[in-house]
């Protein structure tokens, strides 16, 4: 029985330098990809191709990677946002989606263009972070000129489909 159970650490422990390798491997693999990102970049005016070197980026999911692409969602063009957000609501169902989506909640609601403000909290949602649903049913209430957001929010909470969504749509739909 005792060597069952030595075998059985042993194969256990095994296991976890085998995880903290590939763990390295993967920052090793994010921090080359960062590295190509800033020399695809280097020198260029033109907004197709940092759009293009973003959704490159954005190809790889990775804490840092995260980091870098969460700057380009403060720029002030619309394509480079948009960009950053469709690489960053690629982060689904992971320990990141929470970050990722979280950061593209505030860029959307600072946005001057509820409409485009609108589709960046589809792109948010698009995580499917399920911790979110109480934050998009916090934009419920929204009036005005930030209806658009309000409804963004409302389809937000049907994509990620979380328990905590239900009694705030269902009082909702009680007020209409």
């Not at 990620?160 to 909702?172: F, M, N, T, W, Y």
């Amino acid at each position: 029985m005792s060597r069952i159970v030595l075998e059985i650490f042993g194969l256990l422990w095994m296991g976890f330098p085998a995880q903290a390798q590939d763990d390295k491997e993967r920052a090793k693999e994010a921090e080359a990809k960062i590295a190509e990102f800033k020399k695809a970049i280097a020198g260029k005016k033109d907004v197709g191709d940092f759009v293009t070197a973003i959704n490159d980026l954005g190809a790889l999911q990775h804490p840092k990677i995260l980091t870098e692409l969460k700057i380009w969602l403060h720029k002030p063009q619309p394509e480079l946002i948009q960009a950053a957000a469709e690489s960053l609501a690629k982060y689904k169902k992971c320990k990141e989606s929470k970050d990722a989506a979280k950061a593209i909640l505030e860029v959307a609601l600072q946005q001057k263009d509820r409409d485009f403000g609108s589709k960046l909290i589809d792109l948010s949602a698009d995580t499917e972070c399920k911790e979110m649903a109480k934050t998009y049913c916090g934009l419920f209430k929204l009036q005005g000129k930030e209806l658009p957001l309000a409804e963004a929010a409302i389809e937000a909470c049907g994509k990620v489909r979380s328990k905590d969504a239900i009694q705030p749509l269902i009082d909702l739909l009680r007020e209409l």
